[in-house]
């Protein structure tokens, strides 16, 4: 099957706040010596993940989509801090958000591939058993 990606210029400036971390973690591997006796053995391994229950780096993806869009600062806070923006403008960054968290797999795929070239906007396409993205189309 073919997957499309379209990489707009409002998907480009949140793409850096997407939540990569690094921790270790202990695993028990059996091994056997050169005398031929089972030895259990604790080994460390270094982990990157995404953490998909907190996809962006800040409390709120919505707060944090408007900051990097530059629509936040525009927006009134109540009193207790909390931003409302109008729901046209609610729309668009929950769509975004739920863009990048839908297709976050074949997103970080293409980051990963076309890392020295740049990632412009537009759409790219991958066969996906293949995953090699390929520059289609201007989004314009």
């Known amino acids: 099957m073919v997957v499309e990606l379209k990489i707009t210029k409002d998907l480009l400036k949140v793409l850096p706040l997407i939540n990569i971390q690094h921790f270790e973690t202990e695993y028990h591997r059996n091994n056997v010596d050169s005398n031929g006796k089972e030895v259990n053995e604790i080994a460390i391994q270094q982990v990157l993940q995404i953490d998909t229950r907190n996809l962006l780096i800040g409390n709120d993806a919505?707060?944090?989509?408007?900051?990097?869009?530059?629509?936040?600062?525009?927006?009134?806070?109540?009193?207790?801090?909390?931003?409302?923006?109008?729901?046209?403008?609610?729309?668009?960054?929950?769509?975004?958000?739920?863009?990048?968290?839908?297709?976050?797999?074949?997103?970080?795929?293409?980051?990963?591939?076309?890392?020295?070239?740049?990632?412009?906007?537009?759409?790219?396409?991958?066969?996906?058993?293949?995953?090699?993205?390929?520059?289609?189309?201007?989004?314009n």
């Open 62 to 139: 919505i707060e944090d989509i408007a900051f990097a869009l530059d629509i936040a600062p525009r927006c009134q806070a109540d009193f207790n801090g909390v931003r409302s923006y109008d729901k046209a403008v609610y729309d668009k960054l929950e769509c975004l958000f739920d863009y990048i968290k839908d297709n976050l797999y074949y997103i970080e795929s293409l980051i990963h591939q076309k890392c020295c070239e740049g990632i412009k906007e537009g759409v790219y396409r991958a066969r996906d058993n293949e995953m090699i993205w390929e520059y289609v189309q201007d989004s």
